[in-house]
């Protein structure tokens, strides 16, 4: 029942809250969260929330070496085209290839990991035409997010943990 500037965004522990408009301070591509917990009612006062509470968790690196990788694209061959008439022009759509990989694994058994993740949304946007014939340029608005994690387990209830995200 509140405004989403109500709400708190937490990954990995650390607030991440816009404290200028409220929303989330922070994008994160989705293949690289574990795991989400969102509260609707009932938390702490520590979260400083009237709407909810969003807790993300990225992924970790474990004993085992595990890797992934991912190809999605949108040829414009296979969109539908674009209407235009007199009153209305619309764009070609995008082309766009989201790629990107991950690799998680163990430096010292038991003790120390890393978690490692980069994507790239990479995207195509023809130039617009105008009803005076001018042609704006093709537009790249290319989106690029690098995650880096590392786990340290100095005893079975001590860990350090150190997280980047750019």
Known sequence: GASGAENSYILDGLATTDTRYGGTGNSLVTDFIDQVEVQTGGFKPEFSALGGVFNAVTKSG????????????????????????LLAQQLNPDRRYDLGAEVSGPILKDKLFYFVGVQADLRERDGATNFDGFTSDTRKPNQYQTVAKLNWYLSQDLQLTFSGNY
């Not at 190809?71 to 235009?84: C, H, I, M, N, S």
């Open 62 to 85: 474990t004993n085992d070496f595990k890797g992934s990788s991912w190809l999605t694209f949108d040829p414009r061959g296979l969109q539908a085209k674009p209407k235009q008439n």
